[in-house]
């Protein structure tokens, strides 16, 4: 379909939507469906208005052109309009690109110790620590759910859930395993060591996105542990719950109480298996071709730390920083996700068939 004709199709479509919310009777549920695609619509609309107001300004001043008194006029506002133009395709293509439906989620953040031993532990809560700084800038709210803390204070497991606009379509790009080269704590030599820690981010799933059965749930109650003797309830407050069908076990005990335990588990459950469900649509519709960047193979090597050159590099899109101080405190991340996001909508817009 032409640019024009898909232009047309969305001014119909949010025409059609106004009718539609002023239907008398419309049910609640209805109004809501309506007017979220209409908000959706509303600055596209405008954008693909003010598109076609400088299309046909253009046209007017090229029959200015051919007055002599005009010319001088005319090629001013010429000037501003081929500037213009481009610009205003360009926000209509990347408003068109197909939206990921869980762009606009809640997200759960799982960062785990890889190769490396305690230096990867405490690279594990490094990481941590720059996407809970990042969530602050964002203005987030990040909660732990779940950690096990290494003996010398790192992470040797960390799983967070992170709230606030539009948190996984920023967080997405970061699933994958991140690489740290530098000296240990513990190297008494001097010497760069190089350790991992993958990062896995799924959307958070709501009721509406997965319904677990009753007879498909094993639910069992135990004695929470806790590190140095720490949160240790005299109650078996700790739950684990195992998804009979596809084995997946979560179990949660950060809480006293097991009712909220039994509810965070279920609810870890269903964000993984909505992650599983989206996983097997993605590489579907990635059978003709792969994504540079897509949401992140875990097992793919993504991003290096480079201490001792202060260096940070994305391998996806061969970006390099030297900011390693502001990214790794989260302030100065929004560089490389920015980057990544801009990768992703260029790739995109490639594809896009207009």
């Known amino acids: 379909m032409s640019l024009v004709n898909k232009l047309q199709t969305i001014k119909r479509r949010h025409e059609e939507l106004g009718g539609l919310m002023a239907q008398p009777g419309l049910s609640g549920d209805?109004?809501?469906?309506?007017?979220?695609?209409?908000?959706?619509?509303?600055?596209?609309?405008?954008?693909?208005?003010?598109?076609?107001?400088?299309?046909?300004?253009?046209?007017?001043?090229?029959?200015?052109?051919?007055?002599?008194?005009?010319k001088a006029m005319a090629e001013d506002d010429l000037y501003r309009l081929n500037g213009?133009?481009?610009?205003?395709?360009?926000?209509?293509?990347?408003?068109?690109?197909?939206k990921d439906s869980a762009d606009e989620k809640n997200a759960i953040l799982e960062i785990r110790a890889g190769t490396g031993g305690d230096e990867a532990a405490l690279f594990a809560a490094d990481l941590f620590?720059?996407?809970?700084?990042?969530?602050?800038?964002?203005?987030?709210?990040?909660?732990?759910v779940e950690a096990s803390e290494s003996d010398i204070g790192g992470y040797k497991e960390i799983i967070a859930e992170v709230k606030g606009a539009s948190v996984f379509s920023?967080?997405?790009?970061?699933?994958?395993?991140?690489?740290?080269?530098?000296?240990?704590?513990?190297?008494?030599?001097?010497?760069?060591?190089?350790?991992?820690a993958t990062v896995a981010v799924l959307p958070e799933a709501?009721?509406?996105?997965?319904?677990?059965?009753?007879?498909?749930?094993?639910?069992?109650?135990?004695?929470?542990q806790g590190s140095g003797g720490q949160h240790v309830n005299t109650t078996d407050s700790a739950v684990r719950v195992t998804h009979i069908p596809t084995g997946?076990?979560?179990?949660?005990?950060?809480?006293?109480?097991?009712?909220?335990?039994k509810e965070r588990a279920l609810s870890l459950l269903k964000t993984k298996l909505y992650d599983i469900q989206r996983q097997e649509l993605d590489q579907?519709?990635?059978?003709?071709?792969?994504?540079?960047?897509?949401?992140?193979?875990?097992?793919e090597r993504i991003r290096t730390y480079n201490y001792p050159q202060s260096r940070v590099s994305d391998h996806r899109i061969n970006l390099t920083s030297h900011n390693l101080d502001g990214i790794i405190t989260g302030y100065g991340l929004?560089?490389?996700?920015?980057?990544?996001?801009?990768?992703?909508?260029a790739s995109k817009l490639a594809d896009l068939d207009v």
Not at 129 to 144: D, F, I, N, P, T
Not at 334 to 345: G, R, S, W
């Open 170 to 196: 920023k967080l997405k790009f970061e699933s994958g395993v991140h690489r740290v080269q530098r000296v240990p704590k513990t190297e008494t030599q001097g010497r760069v060591h190089t350790s991992a």
């Open 334 to 345: 929004d560089e490389i996700i920015e980057a990544l996001i801009a990768d992703d909508q």
């Open 206 to 224: 709501e009721d509406v996105d997965i319904v677990i059965e009753d007879k498909d749930l094993r639910i069992d109650t135990f004695r929470s």
């Open 129 to 144: 620590g720059m996407y809970k700084g990042y969530a602050s800038q964002q203005g987030w709210r990040l909660e732990v």
């Open 284 to 299: 579907a519709r990635a059978a003709d071709r792969k994504s540079q960047v897509g949401s992140g193979d875990r097992s």
């Open 84 to 98: 213009e133009i481009p610009e205003l395709e360009n926000q209509i293509k990347l408003a068109l690109i197909p």
């Open 30 to 70: 209805k109004m809501v469906k309506y007017s979220k695609e209409y908000s959706d619509l509303t600055p596209v609309v405008d954008t693909i208005k003010a598109y076609e107001k400088a299309l046909q300004e253009k046209e007017e001043l090229a029959e200015m052109m051919a007055d002599p008194e005009m």
């Open 248 to 261: 997946i076990a979560i179990a949660i005990q950060e809480n006293k109480s097991q009712h909220k335990n």
